[in-house]
Each structure stands twice: as C-alpha cells, then as structure tokens.
DNA sequence: CTGTTAGCGCTTTCAA
DNA sequence: TTGAAAGCGCTAACAG
C-alpha cells in the first residue's frame, strides 16, 4: 500500500497522495501496527525486557529510570516484570519477554542458585544482562557494585577508628550482596588481625522491623559492640530506629546506644539527616541501570559480538 | 501446525505425538511468537502502557507496584514509559503504545491544559484511566486523591493549634496537584476566618534544592512563619533540610526553626525519622495503582461498558 | 510513482 | 486425529 510508503519517509509518493494519505491518518487515528511490523522478516519488535524482584524499592526504581534512559535513546521501550524474589515467577516473566520477542533482558536475578533459564541457550540467543547480582556458573553479562570493596573499606575505617566490637546486620533476601558484604566486613577484620565476633553478626532480618529488633538485641547484650556495619538500607534504618527509641527512653542500654558508631550500605533520601552519626557506602542506582543498558546494547547491536561474558564492579564512594 | 493445538492445551492430539512435540519444543527452545499470535482477529496483546511522569520518584514507584499486580492478576504484561513531565514525551509514549496495539493505558498527565492526544478517539477506543492528576476537559476515568479535603484537613489543626502565621510550599511541576491542595489550604483559612498571607507563599520550586532554598527565605523573614504547610514530599524533604542547617548552625533565625511546626502532603521513606516535628498527609500510592489498573480492567473486560467517565478520590489519612 | 505478490508466525475453519 | 487453506497487518521486491 502507498499508505506504508507514507508512513516510512514519503519517499516516491507524489505529494498531493502523500498530503491526502497524511490527512486520512489523522482523521482515522490510524497507527501502524507494530506487532505485525516486528514480524517481517529482519524487524526488531523495539522492546527490552526488565525483571526486577522489586519495583517498589526506590534503589530499583532509579536503576529502572536508568534503564529507560538508555532504551528511549535507542528508540525501545521497556517492559517490566516484577520477580518478587521469586525464581519461579522469574522464569514465566523471562519466558513471556521471549515470546514477545524482546530484543535483550536485564534481570536482576532472584536466586544465586542454578538458574537454567538465564542460560544462552534457553534464551535462543537473546542477549542478557545481570544487574545488581551474579548467578553462580551463568556465562552472562554481570553488573555489580563493588559490595566486596565498599565493605572492606567501611569495616577497615571502623577498626582504625579503633572499633574492636563491630556488628554486622544482613539481610535474607539478596543472599548475593549480603554474603558478598560480609566477604569484605570478614576480609577487613583478617587484614587488621581482629577476629570477627560471632554474637555480633545478625543476618536474618529481611525488613526495616527486624533489623530494628536485631540491634534492638545487639544493644541489650552484656558487652554491646561499640560500631555497626549495616549491609543495606532496611538495616541501617532499622537500626536507627532503635538507636533512637533507645536514647529517647533513658535506661539501661542508653550509654551504649548513646556513642554507637554506625556504617551502612546503600544509601537513601536522608541517609544525611540521620539522627545518629552516619557514614554511607554510597553508589548511584541510577548509573547502574545506565551502565546495564549500555553493555545489553552493546551485544544487540553486535558491538561487542562473539565477546565473552563480561563482569563488570561498579565502584562505591564513602560518605 | 499440531505444534498448536499442543501449545494451546493439547487437545485432540495423540499423547504419543504430543509428547514428541513437547520435547522438540524443550530441545529447540521454541517460545511462540506473541506478536503473530495477538494478530489473528479476537486475539489481544495482553500489554497495558503505562505512563509515568517521574519513574525515579518512589510514589509513582509504589504506583507502578500496584498497577504491576493488578496486570499480573489479569495476565497482562506492562510496558513502562518516562514522560519527563513533559507533554509531548508523553504524546510519543501513547502513539507508541497505541502501535504496539496496548489494550489499556493508565497515564499520569504531565499537563492539566488540553491534551488533545488523550482523548478518547484519538486513542481509536483504547481504554485509559488517568491517575493523580486529571485534565481538563478530558472525558476520561480519573483516578486522584483526595488533595482538597487533605490539605484542609492538615491547614485546620494548624489554625487550630494556634498558629496564624502559616507558609504554603507548593511545586511546579505537579501544577493540578499542587493548586488543589492549595485549595484547601486557603479554604481551611477562609473557614478560619484567617488571612492567607502571600509573603508566606513559596510555589516555585520543583525539586529539592530549590524547596531548601525557598524554605530558608522563609525563615530569614523578618517575621517568619510558625508553621508550614508543604504540598508534596519534595518540598517537605527541602524544609526538613533547611530547618535542620538552620538549627546546627546556631544564628539570627534559629529561635523561629527551633519551634516551627511542620505538615506535609505525601509520606516518604523514613518521614518517621525526620529530625525535625513532622505530620503528613498521608495515602498509600500502591493502592492508588491497584484502584486505577482495575479500573482499567474493568473497561477492557466491558464490565462497564458504555457507562460515563468515572471520577475517584481516594480518602487521605492524617499521621 | 503506484499497485501486486508474497510471506513473516499464528490459529480458525474446513477437509481428509 | 491430522493437514491444508486462508488471512490477521505489514513491507521488500518486483512489475507496471
């Protein structure tokens, strides 16, 4: 049809058909079907898909306007799926981008485990990038943050502050950033010859109430620690929180409460107005989604073709 | 093909065969091509556009949350679209989406003036539901929060607490949201028998800094305000700041910050840890997603069909 | 400059 | 129970 013709660049349409066709589109509020468009031969469908465990965590909501960012400067759109830290949810989401032909995937993945369906060859070619955490033996693109590197040198900076009783606050969910954070709060610890003090290390805590109840704990013990490293910002809010329920209601525990030093993972919105003295290993979600695109569009647009995987540790920055 | 009818529950096929095509298609790793299937005449995309003005912010975050459970319950997928607050962006995502052939979109306006491309045959009978702000003019199901009758609310027990010196901080960006609860701002007043005082008035400033900057005018006035009236948690965020730098650093104003009184629309992360005072204004933005994507739905399913456009404010909470 | 043909991958309808 | 035909909307290639 000429109408096509029009639609791509009006090349070789007499103008007079040309306006006629343009004005009829206009009246009709005709739009083009992209569906049936992506299924010619040679066509992109124009879409990449996101799984992210959850898009209510405004840490993935920057990496996911990062994301978008890149993909609108190359003219894709995103669609999005929440994993829910759920693997199975994970593969039905990845397996519903592929059959909608997504053109790559950004996933951050929901386990550590084995996880087949991120494979190369499950995804029949489609091109993936890991974002925020690995997944052991998956030959794939990865982007991390360095969570080895920033704890190392946030529990380093404790112990020469002379901090010799440092607890640690991890949470369940993301196993991957927790145990790699606790790699480098362990690795700090050998370096400067302290041992790392068992009763110290809480891990169990998956939200803002029971990180609070775990330093709420910490703080209760005989021999309190005198500084706490907290491995992501649910923790290092909880941990406010009753630091500062503890100073508000003078008893037992307020000396300890009252000169605790705390270091924490992750920023957040007020991380600097904190009541209790804070430092931050801070890094920009957003550029973390930026970067992930980037490399995923590296490989769509063969860039990069045939390259191994890459692995790439985004640095961190104290504050 | 038989491959069909096997992938679309397998019935009249002999188990034999069936079996030997289930295999071929784990072996092959074949996905059935979506976009050729949603061609084929009754058949939908089970795509729905969704259109966000700032998907950095962690309300429409928690919005998209519960938009993306809805759409999961219903087996539809989302595509996700940065209108930047700008109004053209957000023509392109819609004519974007329309192409894709979404079978609904929900759309934060980023203009309350006409929005020609929203209305409803220009979207060729594509149901959509507006969320947060509506638009003019604009026969379109709306879904907003109860902004008048909140800020009314918060403005009374300000007035009836005493104080008659109240500033309002206002955004630009959100102009319908932020004149609505500048409604009731000054209706509270009107109701009170008090002057709103224009000197008092900041509606300017759209991102935090700006609110930082706005808020610390305020407090070098020579008369400052007792209380503060803050119509979005950005601008709350900026006040919280400069009242706490006002404090830190004993002055001229720090008498006035000391015991200013603070009220804001909008909860945030951590609004409970604000060094200084706070209330707010608060709703639960995921549920703002959850009402405005069955709203939707209700529209694809044709449950109700035909039937005027319909016009939801969801109630506010004072915290 | 314009229209026809063909085929992308799928499923409904009809025949075998 | 299975295959063949036809057509969803589109555009490259080829007439005209």
Redesign the interface.
Known sequence: MTVSRVLSGGKNVRPEVRERVERAVAAL????????R??RPGHR?G?IGVVIT?????Y???M??GI??VA?AHSR??????SREDVDLEQQLV???????VEGLIVVPAGTGPSEHLSA????GIPVVLASRAVDDLAADTVLIDDVGGAFQATTLLLKEGHRRIAFLGNRNSLFTGRRRYQGFRQAHEAYGVEVIPELLRTGQQDVDSAEKAMLELLALEDPPTAVFSANNRNT?GA??AI?SVRRQPGAHTAAAQKLRLFGFDS???AD???VPLSIVAHDP?DLGRQVASMLFERIDGTVEGSPPRYVELPVSLE
Do not use: C, W
Request: avoid cysteine; proline fraction near 4%.
């Open positions: 509020g005709y739009h083009r079907n992209e569906n049936a992506s299924l469908s879409l959850n898009i209510a965590n405004p993935y909501a920057d996911q306007q978008e960012e609108t759109r995103i669609l999005v799926g929440n397996a519903d981008f592929i059959g909608r032909r060859d499950a995804l029949s809010v406010i929180r500062e957040f919105e007020f107005l904190s009541p957003r």
